[in-house]
């Protein structure tokens, strides 16, 4: 079964930056379309960041300019480095694998993202 698992999340304030991070084990990393999602307090998930297997990415409008995703296949390892964080992007940052058109199967945990003003 596949299992990612989410580290680097925290508080800080506006302005400031974070870099999170997932770990994949029990898939061939390689091959798989990455994606990062959030949700905030009553509001549905949403599509954050995402870079397929040759390293193409996307991004959602709210966070362009300001986030970046990247992989490292050597350590099955996807990241998302958040810089200028506002108090909009507070929410819970998941990882998942997807499809090739960006369509979540397997989920992280999880880690809470809070930005104070």
């Known amino acids: 079964q596949v299992q990612l698992v989410e580290s680097g999340g925290g508080l800080v304030h506006a302005g400031g930056s974070l870099r999170l991070s997932c770990a994949a084990s029990r898939i061939i990393f390689s091959i798989y379309p990455m994606a990062w999602y959030r949700q905030a307090p009553g509001k549905q998930r949403e599509l954050v960041a995402a870079i397929s297997s040759g390293g193409g990415t996307n991004y959602g409008d709210s966070v362009k300019g300001r986030f970046t995703i990247s992989r490292d296949n050597a350590k099955n390892t996807v990241y998302l480095q958040m810089n200028n964080l506002k108090p909009e992007d507070t929410a819970v940052y998941y990882c998942?694998?997807?499809?090739?058109?960006?369509?979540?199967?397997?989920w992280g945990q999880g880690t809470q993202v809070t930005v104070s003003s």
């Open positions: 998942a694998t997807t499809t090739t058109t960006f369509q979540a199967t397997n």
